[in-house]
């Protein structure tokens, strides 16, 4: 049972265009979500975050939108360029019975930016 | 630079032999974690330690144990190697600010690529 869902393997975006990669989630208990980005060879380097008492959150070129009611979340790349070509993996936390709290990824989505 | 260290990057193991992997960290990061990601798959948590507490997940094999001697290093021993546990590792740490509830980020290291012949 697939809690956190990244429904598009891939995506093809021309440079300078925006990215948008999408994410959704089935548990209401996860309230902090997180993108990150991998590329081969490599391990995920985190990339933003968004807590669930917010909207938005903006870095630079990055956003992340959520949508509580809908489950789902957005990362949004503006300009896209063509170092940002790698997989996102959309992650989501929430509150655990155990010790330290625990992310549940996605299956990730590779970006290619085209020059 | 503070970091995720992951040693062997490539390790080839045979059927059945046993192979240990291995992670340090820089950042004092209170809790160390182990994912196994399979091609095109999430990376999917096997347990975590929380300082010097083990935590197992529910459907981790039994085949999978990990070792935290101290606060910087933690090793995931694999007991007999099928040609299923072919992946990628990926060792991980945090600062578990729950208490805060501040953030919770996680690092990763670069991954070890397990292959199994």
């Known amino acids: 049972d697939q809690q956190v869902k990244q429904n598009s393997p891939s995506l093809s975006v021309q440079e300078g265009r925006i990215s948008i990669l999408n994410c959704d989630y089935t548990n209401s208990m996860f309230d902090y979500f997180l993108w990150y980005k991998k590329y081969p060879a490599e391990g995920p380097t985190f990339l933003i975050s968004?807590?669930?008492?917010?909207d938005k959150n903006e870095d630079g070129r990055f956003t992340v939108f959520l949508n509580k009611s809908a489950k789902h979340l957005s990362l949004h790349i503006v300009p896209s360029q063509p170092g940002d070509s790698a997989v996102y993996f959309c992650?989501?936390?929430?509150?655990?019975?155990?010790?330290?709290?625990?992310?549940?990824f996605g299956s990730g989505t590779q970006l290619t930016v085209l020059p | 630079d503070a970091m995720v260290i992951q040693n062997p990057r490539y390790q080839v193991t045979q059927f059945g032999k046993p192979v240990t992997l291995s992670c340090s960290q820089t950042?004092?990061?209170?809790?160390m974690y182990w994912y196994q990601q399979k091609s095109s798959q999430a990376p999917k948590l096997l347990f975590h330690?929380?300082?010097?507490?083990?935590?197992n997940e529910a459907d981790t094999p039994d085949n999978f144990q990990s070792r935290r001697p101290n606060t910087s290093f933690c090793f995931l021993d694999i007991r007999s190697p099928g040609l299923g546990d072919a992946a990628m590792y990926l060792c991980?740490?945090?600062?578990?600010?729950?208490?805060?509830?501040?953030?919770?980020?996680?690092?990763f290291g670069p991954g070890t690529r397990l292959t199994v012949t």
């Open positions: 968004i807590s669930s008492i917010k």
């Open positions: 991980a740490t945090s600062r578990d600010l729950s208490a805060s509830g501040v953030s919770y980020e996680q690092y």
């Open positions: 330690y929380y300082d010097k507490d083990f935590n």
């Open positions: 992650a989501a936390s929430g509150p655990s019975s155990g010790s330290a709290r625990q992310l549940t």
């Open positions: 950042l004092n990061h209170n809790v």
